[in-house]
């Protein structure tokens, strides 16, 4: 905060700081939470769920993905009271002698409602992971009964191939680095400040 007000040429990346004027470059995080709820649509999914790493109201990015979640939830008739949402789920976890105890039991509890087919939306790809070593141990099949979505570009890391939203690190990088350059050399009482939003995409794997 007090390089920010010091003038100080800064650009902050995923999670800029609402109350201050200021440079940001993040992924463009609603239109990834309202295109993961889209293709869960898509792939028939009746019972939808979202879950994420960390409170959702305690970063930026979070929240965003969770409003375009909720969007499509909207524009689909779905209400949003309806869907499920686990939030903390990392802290969670680590309350279990093993962390994979904690997702089985999640998954047995979004599961224990009827549906033809559900949809898990994840705010990372790790969590995503969790849930589909947790599906495995309990002999559910993913796609056909249980569809998953991760988030980030980690998901090459596993051995299976999620289902992702892919963020574009590279052109986030590239862009910060240019809106850093022109904050230095934009001194003075005309200074602006500009937000830049990074498109996503889905990438298509075998958990959908």
Known sequence: YSLILDDFPIVLIDNPLICLECNYVLSDNKSGGAIAADHLFEKGCDNLTFACEMPTLAHYSIQDRYFGFCKSLKQHGYPISEANCFVNCSVNAKEYPAPQEYYVELLRKIMSKPARKYGIFCT??????????????LNIDVPRKLALIGYGSSAQQFNYPL????????????????????????????????????????????TT
């Open 124 to 137: 990372s790809d790790f969590v995503a992971y969790e849930f589909l070593e947790a599906a495995k141990r």
């Open 163 to 206: 289902t992702t939203i892919k963020q574009d690190f590279y052109a986030i990088g590239e862009n910060a680095a240019r809106e850093l350059l022109k904050a230095i050399n934009n001194t003075g009482p005309a200074k602006t400040f500009n937000a830049k939003y990074i498109p996503v995409q889905l990438s298509q794997g075998k």
